[in-house]
């Protein structure tokens, strides 16, 4: 897996990256390596803000995995992104729990506040609202939404508007 110019594709990532990848690998046997890679795609995807082929291929080869085994999780789970979305990624909750607390409602207003559809980044590149969000485990708290990685319970409109406007 090394690149014609002698450069690994891991040497892309940054040296903080590669220390919270090998946090993750110190947690697991040396066979099992590819067990560490949602931690390692976690963290490229927290600096980078989304998974690109070329940071997968670096995550692959620091790994020691093949390149489509890191690709199908990539693009398995949701949490992943594969192309730049903006800077804060919204994910509203619309399992059943949520829906009856408000939750479409919830979502409703968060598209008519910044004038985006769910899997679309507002034009100034400041807020992503993600897909389709089936749960996100918080049903006692519905409605509820994920910002960046926090949880917000127990959803307003006033409570969206004063936390969307606290994000720079």
Request: hydrophobic share 35%.
């Amino acid at each position: 897996m090394v690149q014609q110019t002698g450069q690994r594709k891991a040497d892309r990532l940054s040296a903080h990256v590669r220390a919270e990848i090998d946090d993750w690998l110190s947690r697991y046997p040396d066979d099992q390596r590819q067990s560490a890679v949602l931690g390692a795609l976690s963290a490229v995807q927290h600096e980078e803000g989304y998974l690109s082929t070329e940071m997968m291929d670096a995550v692959a080869d620091y790994i020691g995995m093949p390149e489509i085994a890191v690709y199908e999780v990539g693009s398995f789970y949701s949490m992943f992104e594969l192309k730049p979305v903006g800077r804060h990624t919204i994910a509203v909750c619309d399992n059943i729990s949520c829906m009856l607390r408000g939750g479409d409602s919830i979502l409703e207003y968060v598209e008519k506040k910044l004038g985006i559809s769910v899997g679309e980044s507002t034009a100034d590149g400041k807020f992503y609202l993600k897909k389709e969000e089936e749960c996100l485990a918080a049903c006692c708290g519905a409605p509820m939404m994920q910002v960046n990685h926090v949880y917000y319970e127990h959803l307003t409109p006033e409570k969206v508007d004063e936390i969307l406007d606290e994000l720079e």
